[in-house]
Nanobody, 119 residues
Framework: QVQLVESGGGFVQPGGSLRLSCAASGSIKKLYFMGWYRQAPGQQRELVATIGSEGITNYTDSVKGRFTIARDNGKNTGYLQMNSLKPEDTAVYYC?????????????WGQGTQVTVSS
């Protein structure tokens, strides 16, 4: 059984920073894709940033230059550094991973962490 634990959310004023973490535990043979998504009230969940097993990253346009996704494969942990936060970044942020357990390819979601940007 693989579990994801997210942390790092909170309340911050516009222009501030937060760092989200996503730690995967369990019998993971290899961690492939890691991604961060967010969902604001009344809106669909949207992809924020992704990082592949080779470290290639992608970002949605609205966060480019402000957010940085990273991973520590030795710890099976992913991070999302969020700088210059704006009120429109307010949402629940979810971590999503694709991984291998034994000979099986699986996916998992974190429980979500609230990020609120307000003055």
């Amino acid at each position: 059984q693989v579990q994801l634990v997210e942390s790092g959310g909170g309340f911050v004023q516009p222009g501030g920073s937060l760092r989200l973490s996503c730690a995967a535990s369990g019998s993971i043979k290899k961690l492939y894709f890691m991604g961060w998504y967010r969902q604001a009230p009344g809106q669909q969940r949207e992809l924020v940033a992704t990082i592949g097993s080779e470290g290639i990253t992608n970002y949605t346009d609205s966060v480019k230059g402000r957010f940085t996704i990273a991973r520590d494969n030795g710890k099976n942990t992913g991070y999302l550094q969020m700088n210059s936060l704006k009120p429109e970044d307010t949402a629940v942020y979810y971590c999503h991973i694709q991984f291998q357990v034994g000979g099986t390819f699986q996916t998992a979601w974190g429980q979500g962490t609230q990020v609120t940007v307000s003055s």
